[in-house]
């Protein structure tokens, strides 16, 4: 089928490479025309060193590339999804299914990514999203790989499922696009924290602390949004928080490590060069949480790190001595 990836960046090559060998036709935008010209001189993408691009990976930076798309796949960071939504407006054709590989929650709006496209494009494109413990530089080397196609239109899920699947890339599907997307979203926090705390030293107990206290609060704001709690224990729960929260991989723990080394907080995500998705969604999270009126103790800890510049070892301690509480009570499951 004729298909295309919207943003080049890691993600979006891995993803592009996975449609095109499946025998899809897969074009892969980038937003700007020097990106374009970078991936085809050297057929390789800088963030995913030592994986050749395929002769067959059509490369444009003109939006034109989705005419007669069966789908468009967004993978751009999660600030310009809207945006790139709105300028398929008039150019996608009627029934294209549109996907998000995004991982955040819209500023402002505190909209999930799916929403946000929905809002732009109308009932005419069924969304989906597409999220799981995926690394792009893993699915690059076709490491087996599990991933969630979520929707609220079945067919257009499965439609995707059947796009990506195959020996290395294996998609479930799930009408949970609510859970899916928060607990995607949400795990970036989580994960920044547990590089925080690798780079202050601390060990392998703070960590498995910090990811199970972490599933509890994204759970509990997931649910209040309206997720399904087994998604959290699922693979864009459980699974993208261990994958993030202990992968060296990982964009928002390698940031969390700087800034736990002492690396002042803008310079720790300008080092990572690509998208650092959980410090948008640690404000975005403390505010639907505030709206809400759902207590996330680890993310209110992390904004007071990223946001007002407190000293991540003070915020530990705060948390560590905090009031007593009955964990059975205050689970999720
Ligand atoms: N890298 C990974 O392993 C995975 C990433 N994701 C998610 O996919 C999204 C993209 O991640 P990466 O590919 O790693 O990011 P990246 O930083 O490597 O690339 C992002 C791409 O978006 C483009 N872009 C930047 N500003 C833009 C704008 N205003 N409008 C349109 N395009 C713009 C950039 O030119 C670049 O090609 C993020 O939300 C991330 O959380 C999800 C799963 C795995
Ligand atoms: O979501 C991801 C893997 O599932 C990617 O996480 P990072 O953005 O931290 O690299």
């Not at 790989?145 to 609220?152: I, K, L, M, Y």
């Not at 910090?210 to 704001?221: K, P, S, V, Y």
């Amino acid at each position: 089928m004729k298909t295309a990836v919207l943003g080049s960046g890691g993600w979006g090559t891995a993803l592009a490479m996975v449609l095109l060998e499946n025998g899809n036709e897969v074009t892969l935008w980038s937003y700007q025309e020097a990106e374009s010209r970078v991936l085809r001189e050297t057929g390789e993408n800088p963030m995913l060193k030592g994986v050749p691009l395929p002769r067959e990976l059509a490369l444009t930076s003109d939006l034109n590339c989705v005419r007669g798309c069966a789908m468009v796949v967004l993978a751009t960071p999660s600030f310009a999804v809207r945006t790139t939504a709105r300028s398929l407006k008039g150019v996608l054709d009627p029934g294209t299914v549109v996907v998000s590989v995004s991982k955040g929650i819209e500023k402002d709006t505190s909209l999930t990514l799916t929403d946000a496209i929905e809002q732009e494009l109308g009932p005419d494109h069924p969304v989906v999203a597409l999220c799981g413990p995926s690394h792009a530089e893993e699915v690059g080397r076709k490491v087996p790989t599990a991933v969630v196609s979520a929707s609220r239109n079945q067919k257009a899920a499965e439609l995707v499922q059947d796009l990506f699947m195959n020996e290395r890339f294996r998609v479930y599907t799930s009408p949970d696009i609510v859970g899916v997307e928060l607990g995607a979203a949400l795990k970036n926090i989580i994960a920044l924290c547990a590089g925080c705390c690798d780079g202050m030293g601390f060990g392998d107990n703070t960590k498995a602390a910090l990811m199970t206290r972490g599933l509890t609060e994204i759970a509990r704001l997931g649910v209040a949004m309206g997720g399904r709690k087994e998604t959290f224990a699922g693979l864009t729960g459980v699974g993208d928080l261990i994958v993030t929260c202990t992968s060296m991989h990982s964009r928002n723990r390698r940031c969390g490590i700087l800034i736990g080394q002492g690396v002042p907080v803008q310079e720790a995500i300008q080092q990572i060069g690509a998208v650092v998705e959980g410090y948008y969604a640690t404000a975005t999270g403390k505010e639907l949480a505030e709206k809400m009126g759902v207590e996330m103790p680890i993310t209110e800890a992390a904004y007071s790190v990223l946001y007002e510049g407190k000293d991540p070892r003070k915020v530990i301690t705060e948390l560590m001595t905090r009031a007593k509480k009955h964990e059975i009570e205050d689970s999720w499951l």
